[in-house]
């Protein structure tokens, strides 16, 4: 079986310039429930696939913050895919870079609580692969 029909995508993460302002949006205008917080970094409690902004700043390979003006090469979304262990981020990092897939970000710890490797796709998307290690840092 090959990747595709093993993992289901996760969550939607969404980039954004000011992350306050957001979560206001998705909690006051949405009903969103914030479930976990952190630097730059907010989860919503959602039915199915989760949803997440992050403040484009603080997101690998992502050095600026998005403006209205944004190139071909800036990131728009990231595509996460929840994997069941720390280990598994690491086999399948391993497995796809033996597909050529190239990586901005190897396997490694971060401070909202999980591992994760970022790849993107022939078309710049943003992909995360992860798996959490334990509670986000408040």
Known sequence: MDFAQLHVISDI??????LDRSIAFYTDKLGFTVLRRAEG?????SQ???LVVW???????VPRPITHSMSRTDH???VSIRLPSVADVDRWYENLVGREVSFQRLPANYP??????YFTDPDNILWELYADIGEAAA
């Open 112 to 117: 909202w609580g999980a591992r994760c490797c």
């Open 48 to 50: 199915g696939v989760s």
């Open 13 to 18: 993460c969404l980039l954004v310039e000011d």
């Open 76 to 78: 728009r979304a990231c």
């Open 55 to 61: 403040q484009a700043s603080h997101v690998p390979d």
């Open 41 to 45: 970094f907010a989860a919503f409690n």
